[in-house]
């Protein structure tokens, strides 16, 4: 069941991505593949040399680095041919769409600022970016400065105002 559910969640999640969050990715990659894999080769190589392998730690523990590099590898290899990378384009300055960073505020005075950005590009600190999958991102598409819009949440139907969009260029 679970293979199935992230077949699905692939298959539902959006394949496009900024210029910034693309080269991200790709500077991960390189990092990955052209420096970080060959130190910790070196390290299980000779970890190997030394004998009982069963009981040697480094060898088990950077055997299982080096695991979880080539996993990471192997999915950003699949990934980046698939992703589409959305530039600027002047047409979409004063609405809402992909890319844009965008400060709303709500009735109770609450103001959010966040950027638009495909589901790849959400790296640790959320707060900061937002998915374009995301029943918030998907209610502010095509909105201008001082338009309302409503997001259903958790807590209930919550109204939201656009006060400033831009992009970067």
Do not use: C
């Amino acid at each position: 069941m679970k293979l199935f559910t992230n077949y699905i969640w692939r298959k539902l999640k959006t394949k496009l991505i900024t210029s910034q969050g693309y080269a991200k990715l790709r500077e991960e990659h390189d990092y990955l593949w052209y420096e970080k894999r060959p130190k910790i080769t070196k390290i299980v190589t000779w970890a190997a040399s030394l004998g009982d392998r069963s009981e040697n730690a480094d060898y088990t523990f950077n055997k299982r680095v080096l695991r979880q590099i080539d996993r990471r590898v192997r999915y950003l290899r699949k990934l980046l041919p698939e992703l589409q990378i959305i530039e600027y384009s002047p047409q979409q300055e004063g609405k809402v769409f992909f890319g844009a960073r965008v400060e709303i505020e709500n009735d109770a005075g609450e103001i959010m600022r966040f950027k638009i950005v495909g589901p790849e590009e959400i790296y640790g600190d959320t707060s900061e970016y937002i998915s374009i999958d995301s029943p918030m991102a998907r209610a502010m598409l095509k909105k201008q400065v001082d338009d309302e819009f409503s997001v259903q949440t958790p807590t209930g139907l919550k109204e939201w105002w656009v006060l400033s969009i831009e992009y970067d260029k």
